[in-house]
């Protein structure tokens, strides 16, 4: 038996990251190409946490470790969609204690992106020069795929 494919699509405001992964595939943490703003080192004083859209440069995924979904939800070959809302700090880390499940059509796959998204890192969002807290919502689409082989002997041409 072939193993299944599973699609995990997540966008972070306006930046998207696709993971295809296998089943089998060895567990590595998925690293975007995203830059460092100019802001990084330079600490807003202010304890305000800001709106995505109010703040020059948004929050971007630096790192997230690979999903680990369990194989009842890949085999089950739904689509699923999760919102998440969560603050990220001046510094570029998740705080934990914001994450909040906005929107979710199956509650088995919101533990592991809560998981997912606590142990990720961002670079933080800009005010100015400031690194600043913003508010960041993520939209997570999962769609588990199941590749069937077909023997070529059953292949009939196309007419």
């Known amino acids: 038996m072939v193993p299944p494919r599973f699609f995990f699509t997540t966008t972070v405001l306006a930046i998207s990251i696709s993971l295809v992964a296998g089943c089998a595939a060895a567990a590595r943490p998925v690293i975007t190409n995203a830059p460092a703003p100019a802001c990084v080192g330079n600490p807003s004083t202010e304890n305000k946490v800001y709106a995505a859209s109010a703040v020059s440069v948004r929050p971007a995924l630096r790192e997230s470790p690979p999903p680990g979904f369990p194989q009842k939800i890949i085999d089950d070959g739904l689509e699923r969609r999760v919102v ?76």
């Open 84 to 159: 998440l809302q969560f603050v990220v700090d001046a510094a570029g880390v998740v705080d934990t204690s914001t994450i909040t499940v906005e929107e979710s059509n199956d509650f088995r796959l919101n533990k592991y992106l809560i998981a997912m998204v606590g142990a990720s890192s961002y670079w933080p969002g800009c005010l100015g020069d400031k690194a600043v807290a913003s508010r960041v919502v993520v939209v997570s689409t999962f769609r588990a795929e199941q590749t069937i082989l077909v023997p070529r002997s059953q292949v009939r041409p196309r007419e």
